[in-house]
T-cell receptor, first 114, second 114 residues
Framework: SQKIEQNSEALNIQEGKTATLTCNYT??????LQWYRQDPGRGPVFLLL?????KEKRKERLKVTFDTTLKQSLFHITASQPADSATYLCALVDGSGNTGKLIFGQGTTLQVKP | KAGVTQTPRYLIKTRGQQVTLSCSPISGHRSVSWYQQTPGQGLQFLFEYFSETQRNKGNFPGRFSGRQFSNSRSEMNVSTLELGDSALYLCASSGGTGLTYEQYFGPGTRLTVT
């Protein structure tokens, strides 16, 4: 069956450390993978998109990797801050071209302690 | 640019009633998607509209329907409400031609069915 999985347990880290979140998928062949941040009571906010031919993408303190062989994406936040505390969601497009469904993982809650 | 707006923000309905939710995308965006978010199932794709056409639909019963107008504003309708329809309903718009582009989410409509 098709699955997209993120660590369901909350990730607690100390301020200044690097947070690494994992997104694994099964029986999908996404051409793109996206990461979003969601704060309680709000809609998700787009962070990064990575294509299958890109191994790594960076934006400020954020880094995403995409390994289509392992069927995994890793999301890193370096020099983490308490303001980074939120739920992070990965999403992939199930389908081809510009159509399809955007499938979200359940999200990983990150708590950065000062 | 103004963000994605959704109305109403909160709604309480009774089982068996129907409800219509509204979404105004970011100006210039032609793709609008709808999602249902619950604690148990996470974010689930409902459907996507582009230029007034539904391009894809998730695995929801026919009680869930939507439409898009020529100005890209979208509505979704749920008929014969069930208790399990209580959820946060999110819409997202995209400036690209589809789901492979970043999605800009609205704040959501919190629907409670009693």
């Amino acid at each position: 069956s098709q699955k997209i999985e993120q660590n369901s347990e909350a990730l607690n880290i100390q301020e200044g450390k690097t947070a690494t979140l994992t997104c694994n998928y099964t029986n999908y062949s996404p051409a793109y993978l996206q990461w979003y941040r969601q704060d309680p009571g709000r809609g998700p906010v787009f962070l990064l998109l990575i294509r299958e031919n890109e191994k790594e993408k960076r934006k400020e303190r954020l880094k995403v990797t995409f390994d289509t062989t392992l069927k995994q994406s890793l999301f890193h936040i370096t020099a983490s801050q308490p303001a980074d505390s939120a739920t992070y969601l990965c999403a992939l497009v199930d389908g081809s071209g510009n159509t399809g469904k955007l499938i979200f993982g359940q999200g990983t809650t990150l708590q950065v302690k000062p | 640019k103004a963000g994605v707006t959704q109305t109403p923000r909160y709604l309480i309905k009774t089982r068996g009633q129907q409800v219509t939710l509204s979404c105004s995308p970011i100006s210039g965006h032609r793709s609008v998607s709808w999602y249902q978010q619950t604690p148990g199932q996470g974010l689930q794709f409902l459907f996507e509209y582009f230029s007034e056409t539904q391009r894809n639909k998730g695995n929801f019963p026919g009680r869930f329907s939507g439409r898009q107008f020529s100005n890209s504003r979208s509505e979704m309708n749920v008929s014969t409400l069930e208790l399990g329809d209580s959820a946060l309903y999110l819409c997202a718009s995209s400036g690209g031609t589809g789901l492979t582009y970043e999605q800009y989410f609205g704040p959501g409509t919190r629907l409670t069915v009693t």
